[in-house]
C-alpha cells in the first residue's frame, strides 16, 4: 500500500507563494500518476494540477495555470506544488493523491489520498 502526507501548507498574502510537498511511502513510486487536489469550506473538492509518472507530462486547471508548478523527484518518493501569485480564493485545504497508470481529473479515480495541509491566502 502507499502512504502520502502533504506537508508545507500555512498563511501568506495574496500576492506570496508557497511550496507544498507530498512524500509517499509507498513502492513504485515512478509508476503512479500524482495529482493535487483541494477542497475550500463547503465548497466541493476540485482538481488542481496533475504530474504523469511515465514521462512527467503535467496537467493544470484554467485556475491555476500560469501560477502553479507541479515536479516531482522520483529518487526522493516525492513530488511537489510551486504556488505563485497566490490570490484568496486559493484558500482550500490542498490534497495530494496517486493513480497507478494514466492521470485522471476525478477525484474517485485515484487509488490513495493524503490527510491535506492548509493553504490560506489573506486579502
Known amino acids: 500500500q502507499v502512504q502520502l502526507v502533504e506537508s508545507g501548507g500555512g498563511s501568506v498574502p495574496a500576492g506570496g507563494s508557497l511550496r507544498l510537498s507530498c512524500a509517499a511511502s509507498g513502492r513504485m513510486f515512478s509508476l503512479y500518476a500524482m495529482s493535487w487536489f483541494r477542497q475550500a469550506p463547503g465548497k466541493t473538492r476540485e482538481f488542481v494540477t496533475a504530474i504523469s509518472g511515465r514521462d512527467g507530462s503535467t496537467y493544470y486547471a484554467d485556475s491555476v495555470k500560469g501560477r502553479f508548478t507541479i515536479s516531482r523527484d522520483n529518487a526522493k518518493n516525492t513530488v511537489y506544488l510551486q504556488m505563485n501569485t497566490l490570490k484568496p480564493e486559493d484558500t482550500a485545504v490542498y490534497y495530494c493523491?496517486?493513480?497507478?497508470?494514466?492521470?485522471?481529473?476525478?477525484?474517485?479515480?485515484?487509488?490513495?489520498w493524503g490527510q491535506g495541509t492548509q493553504v490560506t491566502v489573506s486579502s
Open positions: 493523491a496517486a493513480r497507478i497508470g494514466r492521470y485522471s481529473t476525478s477525484w474517485y479515480d485515484h487509488n490513495y
